[in-house]
């Protein structure tokens, strides 16, 4: 039920594609979904978030999809370069800021 | 505005002994989170902190302690340490309580932690 279901596990996509993760919940209580992106050696940092009475967002280069009557939401990234190369966390809030995460995508940009 | 800040970034136990991680909170924010990643892994929630009571606690066992001090600092404790307690372990703060629930988490960069 805490559970957050994260694809793909790695991903590469050249410059100026647009990568996709996929994430999938099942407890309906969950009020909050932020994406976190992690470099190697940092801790994660809060790159977009959306609640679940909306159905997308958008923060410049970064969009989320967010589906709720399929319990799925999505990270999309626009042009993407080789600096977005890292791991990226979706999560969902199950009350007063406590997070589950998934299990993360390694993306990769190739220029 | 200071950071979430985290010590030590990093360090070497043995099985069984006891280890004490700390935590300055980002400045304005009263709750202090705690989470253990696992190598290749995503954060697991560990317990939160708000004015120096835990306010949940995930699915570990009791030998994982806290404290919130309080001018909002924190301390992870982990007694009898095991092989499998090594991971990074990320404190994260937030606003919490009266200013809303935003669901926002400012996160450290970790302390890493070895355990032979």
């Known amino acids: 039920q805490q559970q957050v279901k994260q694809s793909p596990q790695s991903l590469i996509v050249q410059k100026g594609g647009i990568p996709i993760i996929n994430c999938a919940y099942e407890n309906t209580a969950f009020d909050y979904f932020p994406w976190y992106q992690q470099f190697p050696g940092k801790g994660p940092a809060l790159l977009i978030a959306i609640r679940p009475d909306v159905s997308e967002k958008k923060e410049g280069r970064f969009t989320i999809s967010f589906n709720k009557s399929a319990k799925q939401f999505s990270l999309h990234i626009m042009d993407s370069q080789p600096g977005d190369s890292a791991t990226y966390f979706c999560?969902?809030?199950?009350?007063?800021?406590?997070?589950?995460f998934g299990t993360g995508t390694r993306l990769t940009i190739i220029p | 505005e200071t950071g979430v800040t985290q010590s030590p970034t990093h360090l070497i136990k043995t099985r069984g002994q006891q280890v004490t991680l700390r935590c300055s909170s980002q400045?304005?924010?009263?709750?202090v989170s705690w989470y253990q990643q696992a190598l290749g892994q995503g954060p697991q929630f560990i317990f939160q902190?708000?004015?120096?009571?835990?306010?949940g606690r995930g699915n570990f066992p009791p030998r994982f302690s806290g404290l919130q001090f309080p001018n909002y600092s924190s301390e992870l404790n982990v007694n009898a340490l095991e092989l499998d307690d090594s991971a990074l372990y990320l404190c994260?703060?937030?606003?919490?309580?009266?200013?809303?629930?935003?669901?926002?988490?400012?996160f450290g960069e970790g302390s890493r932690l070895t355990v032979l």
């Open positions: 994260a703060s937030s606003l919490g309580g009266a200013q809303g629930n935003t669901g926002e988490l400012f």
């Open positions: 999560a969902a809030n199950f009350g007063n800021e406590k997070l589950t």
């Open positions: 902190y708000y004015r120096e009571e835990e306010n």
């Open positions: 400045s304005g924010h009263n709750t």
